[in-house]
């Protein structure tokens, strides 16, 4: 067993002093090209390549004068656009009722709360309200622990 850990062991140091051996054949061929100021034909070949080769796009194409995040270009129109994001949002916090101490009258709100829940009951069936009493009590039989003092 020990023999084939060593083996495995043996055969990942040859892999990398392959590479190795790789890696140092490359930069002392580049060493000596640019000693004579010269590219090596490979790397010439494939800074050519990337230099005509046009760059991918991925995705749906850009709208004229828009950023890649859909915003506009012009800095004015994004302002525009974030001031009338903000107008929006307000707008929409101003129409929702906010609980607790936020109301300002609480009365009302606990009356409304009070008459949406009596009617929530009322629309249950009589087995369904039966089954929902027996969820709360049994809630409250649930062994309690007593700590004991060490």
Avoid: Y
Avoid at 66 to 95: I, N
Avoid at 133 to 138: F, K, L, P, W
């Amino acid at each position: 067993m020990q023999d084939m850990f060593n083996r495995m062991a043996l055969d990942a140091l040859l892999a990398g002093l392959h590479h190795l051996r790789d890696s140092a054949d490359r930069t002392i061929h580049e060493i000596e090209h640019a000693k004579n100021g010269t590219l090596p034909p490979l790397i010439k070949k494939q800074a050519q390549a990337l230099l005509e080769a046009p760059l991918p796009r991925r995705g749906r194409p850009l709208k004229a004068g828009r950023l890649g995040s859909g915003w506009s270009a012009d800095p004015a129109e994004r302002k525009r656009e974030m001031a009338r994001r903000q107008e929006v949002a307000r707008a929409k916090r101003k129409k929702k009722p906010r609980g607790g101490a936020a109301i300002k009258d609480k009365e009302t709100w606990r009356e409304n709360v009070r008459k949406a829940a009596k009617a929530a009951w009322e629309r249950l069936s009589p087995a369904e309200r039966k089954a929902k009493i027996a969820r709360v009590q049994a809630g409250r039989r649930k062994p309690r622990v007593k700590m004991e003092a060490a």
